[in-house]
């Protein structure tokens, strides 16, 4: 149902009329120091192309590299709990999986999910009139840098992992319950390159309402200091051809284009369900908020007058 040629978050199989089975792999490398801590992230950044689908986990297989010279077996272990314990949470088995010798290490899922065929959420299925959801800040590839160069105050560390770590099932229930039918996941394209995907193949354009977009606590500053990842660029540029600024500056475009790590849903849903979905996000503890509207065009994402707003936390 689902292939290479659409750019979805996972592939889709129909077995039979109720139901079709969904695979999905993704693997990265440490973002965080805590070994546990990395392996909640990697597993809640691999599941989340399932959830994208409007699917449900059923069972994993590990994927690992590690440094057996440089790294104890200890912390092997410690990684595969964490990994194992965010996929009790949302209630799929971890049935096996492979490992090699590799100098960075490396860890991460193929996951397989289920979905009914005729419930499917995919990226090229966003309507003229959906207003867009977001279910969670911006600004992860900017904190994950600045952990990485050593300069992140401990409390924005603890917001950006308990983000990171956070599960998209909860997102993924409001989307279905309010009737989306066009949805992904905000990974390493950032806001910017994942909406592009998602309005290239329906002919639509977006409006995006800059001072709506939540941040991160810390991220803005840190962008203002020039501390961003280089991918946040390249998804700019990429963009570029069809965005349309009013007064943004380069810190709000870099901040929108902000590759993440286990970033939120974006979904469309129809402006009659728009403040039920929201607050039934923000009831289940998803910091979620409106971000804007796709209408009718031919791919353009035009951005509302005004800054990025302040930084919240979740
Ligand atoms: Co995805
Ligand atoms: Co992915």
């Not at 999905?24 to 399932?50: M, R």
């Not at 100098?103 to 899922?109: A, L, T, V």
């Not at 909860?170 to 949805?183: E, H, I, Q």
């Not at 020039?226 to 380069?250: A, C, F, M, T, Y």
Request: aromatic share 6%.
């Amino acid at each position: 149902m689902v292939g290479t040629n659409s750019g979805d978050d996972a592939a889709v199989w129909q077995l039979d009329t109720d139901r079709a089975l969904v695979l999905t792999v993704d693997f990265i490398t440490p973002v965080v120091d805590d070994a546990y801590t990395w392996g909640q992230i990697a597993t809640a950044n691999a599941v989340s192309d399932i959830y994208a689908m409007g699917a449900t986990p059923i069972l994993s297989l590990n994927l690992v590299s590690w440094n057996d010279e440089e790294l104890p077996s200890s912390l092997l272990v410690e990684v595969l709990k964490g990994g194992s314990d965010k996929a009790s949470e949302g209630n799929w088995l971890v049935v096996g999986g492979h490992s090699i010798q590799d100098r960075e290490p490396k860890y991460g899922m193929c996951v397989i999910g289920e979905v009914h065929p005729g419930r499917i959420l995919s990226n090229s299925a966003l309507r003229p009139g959906d207003h867009l959801i977001l279910t969670k800040p911006l600004g992860v590839g900017v904190l994950t840098t600045a952990i990485k160069n050593k300069r992140l105050d401990d409390e924005f560390e603890k917001n950006v992992i308990s983000s990171m770590s956070q599960l998209n099932n909860t997102a993924r229930d409001v989307a279905l319950k309010f009737g989306a039918t066009g949805a992904t996941d905000i990974t390493g394209f950032g806001l910017l390159g994942h909406l592009k995907k998602m309005l290239d193949p329906v002919h639509l354009d977006a409006k995006i309402q800059v001072g709506q977009v939540r941040l991160l606590q810390g991220s803005y500053e840190l962008a203002k200091q020039g501390v961003s990842p280089s991918g946040s660029r390249r998804n700019l540029d990429w963009v570029k051809p069809i965005l349309i600024p009013d007064e943004q500056d380069d810190v709000d475009l870099i901040l929108l284009a902000d590759a993440q790590t286990s970033g939120g849903l974006l979904f469309g849903v129809e402006e009659k369900y728009l403040d039920e979905a929201l607050s039934e996000l923000t009831t289940h503890g998803v910091t979620a908020s409106a971000i804007g509207k796709v209408s009718r065009g031919s791919g353009k994402i035009y951005l509302s007058k005004g800054h990025i707003s302040s930084d919240i936390t979740e």
